[in-house]
């Protein structure tokens, strides 16, 4: 039953009031009697041609309101098709976006970038931490694998760009978001200090970029030196230069690392420790822009709690960071108003702006 009805039977009996129909004969105006009767006997009598729709025409306006009827229902269909569609590259999206990224440490099993490992482990849950190793076995007896921390093995800095951009992914799901380069050369047999520097920290570093970029890998956070720049500062003749590039050249090697890192249109961070310690660390933090320390003395703890920050910050993307202890400068190799510079556990000021 309509409403209408309903609502007509639920009127009190009073309000029935039946509507009789008006006597159309009253209501006809004068001359159309005659018409009337006329079209009883001709039925196109009533209605010039050009005021009546023909058959045809009446199909034809059928037809095209329909097509707008349609229209709008085909365009609804499209847009129910498409639906599930974007549904699910919506779905895909959130949870890309939701996922913790994929970081890959290399030289996970070397004295800093063990220590960098474990600074990414604490955060818990805030990354997937993969640890690229030479040897497995190695780094199963140092404990780098604990916590859930997956094993890249056989992982060799100085192969070539395409054989480290196929162990790290190739662009694939496995691929990395971010890539921490925690390597350099271990000094040894003097004579083949040069080499050893070169292939580590010059041509290893300018391959795994290379290999980064092929991968498809977002940010990499290279560890180097305070003084690889120390020809542009001018302190080429500092103690610390001196006897820092002596073992190989390292510093130059450094340089075109990362000037390599610069240069390959990667996000990226660069952190130039000063002289690292094995001890913890006993002193607040100094943190400059690059070219600014020539001296200086840090925790290689410390550098790992700053490397992995570096994976993360916002603010630290095209920033080299150079750090060190306070208190621990040279005589006359001090920065110019350290004290400016002391950020101590101030994580927002651990990137500081370039000047």
Known sequence: MSTLASAAL??????????????????????????????????????????????????????????????????????????????????????????????????????????????????????????????AEKARKLGVDRGGVELLPDF????????????????????????????GFVPGNPFKMAAAARAVDNEGVVHLVDAAKRAGVRRVVLISSILVDGRAMGAEDSPGFKITNAFGGVLDEKLVGERALEGSGLEWVIVRPAGLRADSPKTPLVATPGNVMASGEVSRA??????????????????????????????????ENVARYQVGKDRSKWFPARE
Request: net charge positive.
């Open 10 to 135: 639920a009127l009190p009996p009073a309000s029935r009031r039946v509507v009789r129909r008006p006597d159309a004969r009253r209501l006809r105006p004068r001359g159309v009697s005659a018409r009337v009767r006329a079209s009883r006997d001709d039925p196109d009598a009533s209605s010039s041609p050009e005021t009546t729709p023909t058959t045809a025409t009446r199909r034809a306006t059928l037809a095209t309101a329909l097509a707008l009827l349609a229209a709008p229902r085909a365009a609804l269909a499209d847009d129910a098709a498409a639906a599930p569609a974007a549904a699910a590259a919506a779905a895909v999206s959130a949870a890309a976006a939701a996922a913790p990224p994929r970081i890959v440490v290399v030289g996970a099993t070397g004295q800093t970038g063990a220590l960098v490992v474990d600074a990414l482990r604490r955060r818990g849950g805030a990354a997937s931490v993969v640890a690229a190793v030479r040897s």
């Open 302 to 335: 410390l550098v790992a709690d700053v490397m992995a920050e570096a994976a993360f910050a916002k603010d630290a993307a095209g920033k080299i960071v150079e750090i060190a202890e306070a208190g621990t400068f040279a005589p006359g190799y001090e920065p």
């Open 156 to 183: 060799d800095v100085t192969a070539d760009a395409a054989t480290l951009a196929e162990r790290l992914g190739g662009g694939g799901a496995a691929a990395p978001d971010v890539l921490i380069i925690a390597t």
